[in-house]
């Protein structure tokens, strides 16, 4: 691949952007995680809602209004006057009859960042990229979904050829070459993970591979392992999660999704299936004893919490503690912090509906089921993640980032007290799919655009 010029500022950036960024132009995007071929509802193929389920909305008494203040809230001393105002989106939902069951746990009051934000291009070029790993020399590692190619990338923009020694992906859709991370001991080891839709004897699934990375002219991995697979097989092209976190104590965070189609969906409350969990593992795929449901007969040993529908987002706060954002249905993305043996309650609870408009659930809450920190309805379709701990923006620290796909936009929330008070869409100008976020050794976020001439961008404060 060719070198690309080294900084292109803003203005430049949107002059080319809105013709030259590939299929979602300035259309208006289909729903969600459409992938390469922008298709129709992602949830294509999924058999119609039960029809006793068909135009009844039993609203549960205790759905009527909105529930008194948590009282983690309570007492907390102001430091600053939270936000308010009017929310981001001016629309209805799409669930109106599904009222939050707190107040500001979904249309937090829109904010604006106060500091001005330059967006540089450092690459191109990319066909449909997915993950970005920072090197301890600062180059970043950068996946492409659909060819399943992985490349190094300098800080100038300079792209290697393609890592050779990657196994085979299924690269249809939502499949590929998915999220990439460096080992905790990188620098001893030299070894890098990464997530991939692998083809299998009856369909596919989520796999996750570790190999020692062998830098140079010709870069390559060696002595690839198959860590964890994703389990079971199942022909479906769409909703394997995908997301890497290592925790501070070397374990592994591995998102997964319900891979859509019903007979994947049904099992995401299933602690026999590893469809719509979040598991954890050692790096070796062996299975920490703390993990929750080890002890529990017939259930898979890496599970970490239950009942998600796609996380494609996933990162550690200033805590080191794991949030999450998956992609819901029609009006139903959530922000959780997944702990250990919760139960988020997909697909029996949520605030969304299916793309038809039919209903999913009942209700939006049920016992022995956690409520979503946020939800957003329209929804903003997740992608890439992280929580702001740099020094270039002091007023972002703390913030969740999260890449927008259908909404184009970066997504930022202002947190107190583990709830959002605040939410921002920033580089909608862009008209571009954000896919992925990451905060840089040097405190700026890079982002990944999902189009088939894919940019890597770079923000700094103006
Ligand atoms: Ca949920």
């Not at 007969?297 to 529908?309: D, F, T, Y």
């Not at 609870?349 to 920190?373: F, L, W």
Request: proline letters at 11%; charged letters at 20%.
């Amino acid at each position: 691949m060719r070198t690309l010029p080294m900084t292109l500022i803003l203005v430049a950036l949107l002059s080319g952007c809105s013709e030259s960024s590939g299929p979602t132009g300035g259309t208006p995007q289909a729903p969600e995680d459409a992938g390469v071929t922008p298709q129709n509802p992602e949830d294509a193929g999924v058999t119609p809602q039960n029809p006793e389920d068909a135009g009844v909305t039993p609203q549960d008494p205790e759905d009527a209004g909105v529930t008194p203040q948590d009282p983690e809230d309570a007492g907390v001393p102001p430091e600053e006057p939270l936000p308010s105002g009017p929310p981001v989106p001016t629309g209805p939902p799409n669930v109106p009859e599904f009222q939050p069951a707190f107040p500001g746990q979904t249309r937090a009051p829109a904010i604006q960042s106060k500091t001005a934000v330059q967006v540089t291009e450092i690459a191109s070029g990319f066909r449909n990229p997915w993950a970005i790993a920072f090197l301890p020399d600062q180059r970043m590692l950068v996946t492409e979904k659909p060819t399943g190619s992985l490349y190094i990338v300098t800080a100038q923009g300079a792209k290697s050829p393609a890592v050779s020694g990657l196994p085979p992906v299924d690269g249809r859709n939502q499949g590929g070459l998915l999220d990439v991370e460096i080992g905790p001991d990188y620098a001893q080891s030299q070894l890098i993970y990464w997530t991939y839709y692998e083809p299998r004897q009856g369909g596919n699934g989520l796999a996750v591979a570790r190999a020692k990375l062998v830098d140079g002219a010709q870069p390559r991995v060696e002595n690839v392992q198959v860590i964890f697979r994703m389990m079971p097989t199942l022909e479906s092209t769409m909703h394997a999660g995908g997301r890497l976190v290592f925790a501070p104590d070397g374990t592994l965070f591995v998102t997964l999704g319900e891979r859509s189609i019903l007979a994947g969906r049904a099992q995401a409350r299933d602690v026999k299936s590893h469809f719509g969990k979040v598991v954890r593992i050692h790096p070796d795929g062996s299975v920490p004893r703390d993990n929750p449901f080890v002890n529990t007969e017939g259930a898979k040993p890496e599970i970490w919490s239950v009942g998600h529908r796609n996380i494609l987002s996933a990162a550690l706060d200033a805590q080191k503690r794991l949030w999450t954002v998956e992609m819901g249905p029609q009006g139903g993305d959530e922000l959780n912090r997944p702990e250990a043996g919760k139960d988020y309650g997909w697909p029996t609870i949520g605030y969304g509906e299916e793309y038809s408009g039919a209903p999913i659930h009942d209700s939006p809450r049920g016992p022995g089921m956690e409520q979503p920190v946020y939800y957003w309805d329209p929804v903003m379709s997740p992608s890439g993640m992280t929580i702001y701990t740099g020094d270039l923006f002091p007023e972002w620290r703390n913030n969740i980032f999260i890449g927008g796909l259908s909404s184009q936009a970066l997504v930022r929330l202002m947190m107190r007290n583990d709830r959002v008070v605040g939410e921002e869409r920033l580089l909608t100008e862009l008209r571009a799919r954000i896919r992925e976020v990451v905060q840089g050794p040097d405190g700026a976020l890079y982002l990944l655009t999902d189009a088939t001439n894919g940019k890597l961008l770079k923000l700094t404060p103006r």
